[in-house]
């Protein structure tokens, strides 16, 4: 370094500083430091903004260098492993033509316009090529480039899709070109430097995709894979995959006869009386928690005037997703795809007063929205489902209490479902919003108020809230630890205003109720999905749709059976009947795999002493019971997780009378 030689102060992450030339890369100072660090480092935080390692850093600034080790390389190793798919798709099948290849949830996908469809015998030399490519160990190179040539670049290698998302981007005059030996790829970035940190990856599937996501549009392959930092990641990875098709709730709803689809009626439900049940098992459950949290129940109309929603917002901003008819007087009806502007309605009809307040409005309420066929998938996205919502309408002063009351029962119910592990996100103001900034201050903060108050950690969503109002997102981790956001919790003033709702206060005087959204499951249908999986259909005793079945031994015993069955019935245990002329071990196995809690087995013995052998699903034997007895054993083993109903009164001083 000369005199005149300008200099730059770089500060590193152990809070030492060091002076270079100006410019230099943050490879650079990963050399100056070792050739280890510099071999292991995938990118670079400057200023705390990510960026390519060759990217020129020009003044003093802060650097932090990005390993493997570091969450920040996971999605740039994934982006970057997109387009070495890219680059083996374009050696196999050179007419292909890429589209976008974006980072997801714990893996990658490239959309591609071919020919024809890929096969899995395709997908399997795709990987192999990728493989081949990283073994060559060669460098990525970055090339910031003008506007005008890359539209010549992709022109010349007839990639059409390039062309048109550069066409989306008129604002941009330079843009990022990411060299793969012959392939060439554009982005953003940062990437990683050189394949040999791309070694962990799997691809995963095949599925069709829209381009810009569009039905009316042509249909184009979407290839996903997943990619990690290192091997032993990538394989509990793909061990979970596994485990998550073993528990796929499809493949269950059809073994243990809960339900199924047909072509008729896409993305709706035909309930089988098993699958029919366990559903009812929700609702009985939420009725008596909401009961004893002082909520009432009502219900609304399926189909309302399109004008209530245009008064609620929802033809202005979801309009794409309803569905919706037009009489013949020419009036314009929506199926519901929320339940809110009925509950507006119901606390409008009639005259309110602070001393009404709070109210509290359950609802399991149908509701209909249009997700495209291609977006459909099982139990976990329909378009005709069950929401359990409330709405609470309260006074600005009741509303931090409502909220941390809500939030409570919340984390209360998913523990009775076996969901401690939960994650909660707040969702804040949205670009496309109602209500003034003040307004979204206060609901913000009612929010953030509620959690602090419980000691509660939250992540951060900026921007991610509803049109009308912020909203808190609970976040259940299953059995093998997938994420899936149930439960929400949004507090509007925004709603109440476009209807003007009011209550009449102590001075008497008209004032703006709060109005707060809630749902605990969310979808029925959906959670429903979720605790199949979570269980392997092995439900909890209480919700299981036959919680014990009687087996006969020979048809001898047919009729001790029969009655055993009929008497538990009756003590409102979910029975079920096996007296077919198969051996009894042959039935064992069959009640077994069909998941059923209890199995009872009677024979000679058993009806001679009035007794019956009971065992459970998973085959530990638990003795033989008078009838009487099996009946208590099981009432309390199939109990319902909720406080018994209180049977005596007790006064201030608990002398119970």
């Known amino acids: 370094m000369t005199k005149n030689e300008p200099t730059i102060a770089i500060s590193l992450q152990d809070g030492s500083v060091r002076y270079y030339p100006a410019p230099i890369s943050a490879l650079a100072v990963a050399q100056s430091i070792g050739a280890g660090l510099a071999k292991a480092t995938v990118a670079a935080r400057v200023n705390n903004t990510l960026v390519d390692a060759s990217d020129k850093i020009h ?23 997109a387009h070495l798919l890219g680059h083996a798709v374009k050696q196999l099948f050179p007419s292909a033509k890429m589209v976008i290849g974006p980072v997801i949830d714990d893996g990658f996908y490239y959309d591609i316009a071919y020919e024809r469809p890929f096969t899995t015998t395709d997908l399997e030399a795709i990987e192999a090529r990728m493989q081949q490519l990283i073994a060559q160990d060669y460098d990525v190179r970055k090339v910031m480039t003008p506007r005008a040539q890359v539209q010549d670049i992709f022109s010349a290698r007839g990639e059409e899709y390039k062309l048109k998302l550069i066409e989306d981007m008129p604002e941009v005059n330079a843009m990022g070109l990411y060299y793969h030996q012959e392939y060439i790829d554009m982005c953003r970035g940062p990437h990683v430097p050189n394949t040999r940190f791309l070694n962990h990856f799997k691809l995963t599937k095949i599925s069709g995709a829209y381009w810009r996501g569009d ?43 809960l339900l199924h689809f047909q072509e008729e009626a896409p993305g709706s439900i035909f309930w089988h009386a098993r699958g029919w049940t366990l559903f009812q098992q929700l609702i009985n459950y939420m009725r008596k928690r909401q009961q004893a949290a002082g909520y009432i129940e009502v219900n609304t109309p399926d189909v309302m005037d399109r004008s209530l929603w245009e008064i609620s917002g929802h033809w202005q901003n979801y309009r794409q997703n309803m569905f919706t008819t037009t009489t013949e007087d020419e009036r314009v009806f929506a199926l519901k795809p929320m339940n809110c502007p009925g509950g507006v309605s119901l606390f409008k009809h009639g005259l309110k007063s602070y001393r009404d307040l709070p109210i509290r409005m359950a609802e399991f309420g149908k ?12 139990l976990m996205r329909v378009r005709h489902f069950t ?35 939960i994650a909660i996100k707040l969702s804040t103001r949205p670009a496309n919003r109602m209500g003034s900034d003040a307004v979204w201050d206060l609901l913000e903060g009612a929010l953030i108020t509620s959690l602090d108050s419980m000691n509660l950690p939250y992540e951060l969503n900026p921007g991610e809230g509803a049109f009308y109002g912020p909203k808190l997102e609970f976040v259940l981790r299953d059995a093998i630890r997938r994420d899936w956001q149930c439960g929400t919790l949004q507090v509007d003033m925004n709603l109440p205003e476009r209807f003007d709702l009011t209550y009449v206060a102590e001075d008497g005087s008209r004032q703006r109720p709060v109005m707060l959204h809630r749902a605990l499951f969310g979808s029925l249908e959906r959670f429903t999905g979720i605790l199949l999986e979570h269980y392997t259909g092995k439900l909890p005793a209480w919700l299981a749709p036959v919680q014990a079945v009687v087996l006969s031994i020979t048809e001898q015993h ?65 003795g033989k019971f008078p009838v009487e007895q099996l009946a208590g054993y099981l009432k309390n083993a199939t109990r319902m997780p909720i406080a018994e109903p209180i049977t005596q009164w007790c006064d201030a001083q608990e002398n119970c009378v």
């Open 215 to 257: 039905a009316n549009n042509e249909q184009l392959q979407r290839i996903y894979g997943t990619a990690w930092a290192d091997k032993k990641q990538l394989q509990e990875h793909l061990t979970c995959l596994q485990e998550a098709e073993k528990r796929d709730h499809r493949k269950l709803c059809k073994e243990l006869d």
């Open 558 to 622: 047919a009729g001790y059976a029969h009655k055993i069955q009929l008497y538990l019935t009756q003590q409102d245990i979910r029975t079920g009947l096996d007296s077919r002329n198969e051996k009894i071990g042959y039935k064992i196995r069959e009640h077994s795999l069909q998941r059923i809690p209890y199995l009872i087995v009677v024979g000679g013995d058993e009806m001679a002493n009035g007794t019956a052998a009971l065992r459970t699903q998973s085959g530990e034997d638990l």
């Open 59 to 81: 003044s003093d600034a802060q650097l932090q260098l990005i390993t493997a080790k570091d969450a920040d390389a996971l999605p740039i190793i994934r982006h970057s492993c």
């Open 367 to 378: 509701v209909h929205r249009y997700e495209p066929s291609g977006s459909l998938h099982g």
């Open 387 to 421: 929401q359990d919502d409330a709405h609470i309408f309260c006074t600005p002063e009741q509303m931090n209490q409502e909220c941390k009351t809500i939030v409570e029962l919340v984390l209360d119910i998913y523990k009775d479902f076996g969901f401690t592990d």
